[in-house]
């Protein structure tokens, strides 16, 4: 169920009939949705729906597993992210990515944010070094870490270096910011200041959300899709899937009965 139809131009990403196989098992079928600019979209579904391949074809990640297949498009700004001429490259770029599991370089917390800058070209310690305050500020966490910034990132408690992750991907100035799963591992004090961050990053950014956790989905996203064995079942305002879904596959997986 779609939402509303609103202006082409409310929308940065657009997934148009999408299919994907791994080998010979479709794990994506016939996919169509709008991703609105600005807006927080979250995932939902059971283990196994489909919903981390989807979010991998976002930045193409997909492309490093051999048996990986994709028919259908998905648009950025309308442009193809799978048209041949596009560098991937520019893709992860443009669309950045946070895992489930922390996972920051073994190098200083400095070092981590700059390092995607270095690979960009920049080179100037001035420039490097605004990069990196404005980075960790818009992931909030300069305020805990400008005095230890030399320090290895290993030393950060988990929810710090899944900001620190943030901040990382934030630095090479990203369209859109996709995590997945990014509080599974962390404990409730340190999952409510991600989801404060994700609340304030939607300001400059598009970000969608892979979660388990409906709650988390109610707290923090404007809209939401429903997977279930690959299909999307229900795309519409979290607002009207939490309280009055269109399918009784949405209800039923929301309120507990399965998955």
């Given at each position: 169920?779609?939402?509303?139809?609103?202006?082409?131009?409310?929308?940065?990403?657009?997934?148009?009939?999408?299919?994907?196989?791994?080998?010979?098992?479709?794990?994506?079928?016939?996919?169509?949705?709008?991703?609105?600019?600005?807006?927080?979209?979250?995932?939902?579904?059971?283990?196994?729906?489909?919903?981390?391949?989807?979010?991998?074809?976002?930045?193409?990640?997909?492309?490093?597993?051999?048996?990986?297949?994709?028919?259908?498009?998905?648009?950025?700004?309308?442009?193809?992210?799978?048209?041949?001429?596009?560098?991937?490259?520019?893709?992860?770029?443009?669309?950045?990515?946070?895992?489930q599991k922390q996972n920051p370089f073994p190098k200083s917390i400095?070092?981590?944010?700059?390092?995607?800058?270095?690979?960009?070209?920049?080179?100037?310690?001035?420039?490097?070094?605004?990069?990196?305050?404005?980075?960790?500020?818009?992931?909030?966490?300069?305020?805990?870490?400008?005095?230890?910034?030399?320090?290895?990132a290993y030393t950060l408690s988990g929810g710090q270096q899944q900001r620190l992750c943030?901040?990382?991907?934030?630095?090479?100035?990203?369209?859109?910011?996709?995590?997945?799963?990014?509080?599974?591992?962390?404990?409730?004090?340190?999952?409510?200041?991600?989801?404060?961050?994700?609340?304030?990053?939607?300001?400059?950014?598009?970000?969608?959300?892979?979660?388990?956790?409906?709650?988390?989905?109610?707290?923090?996203?404007?809209?939401?899709?429903?997977?279930?064995?690959?299909?999307?079942?229900?795309?519409?305002?979290?607002?009207?899937?939490?309280?009055?879904?269109?399918?009784?596959?949405?209800?039923?997986?929301?309120?507990?009965?399965?998955?």
């Open positions: 169920m779609k939402p509303p139809k609103t202006d082409s131009s409310d929308f940065i990403l657009s997934v148009q009939n999408l299919n994907a196989w791994y080998h010979t098992t479709q794990v994506l079928q016939e996919i169509s949705f709008d991703i609105q600019r600005h807006k927080v979209t979250a995932l939902i579904g059971p283990s196994g729906c489909g919903k981390s391949t989807l979010i991998r074809c976002f930045n193409r990640m997909n492309d490093f597993i051999a048996t990986f297949k994709l028919a259908g498009q998905i648009l950025l700004e309308g442009q193809d992210l799978y048209d041949p001429a596009i560098d991937p490259v520019e893709v992860r770029l443009r669309v950045g990515m946070v895992f400095y070092e981590n944010v700059a390092y995607g800058p270095r690979i960009s070209g920049i080179r100037r310690r001035h420039q490097l070094d605004a990069i990196v305050e404005e980075s960790l500020k818009r992931a909030a966490l300069w305020d805990e870490v400008k005095d230890k910034l030399k320090a290895n943030i901040a990382r991907t934030l630095a090479v100035e990203p369209e859109v910011l996709l995590l997945d799963e990014p509080c599974s591992a962390l404990d409730p004090i340190a999952t409510a200041k991600i989801e404060e961050l994700i609340l304030k990053l939607k300001d400059d950014y598009t970000v969608v959300i892979v979660t388990h956790n409906m709650q988390q989905a109610a707290r923090v996203s404007d809209f939401t899709a429903f997977f279930y064995l690959g299909e999307l079942v229900e795309f519409w305002a979290t607002d009207k899937i939490f309280t009055v879904p269109k399918d009784p596959q949405t209800e039923a997986y929301i309120t507990g009965k399965f998955g």
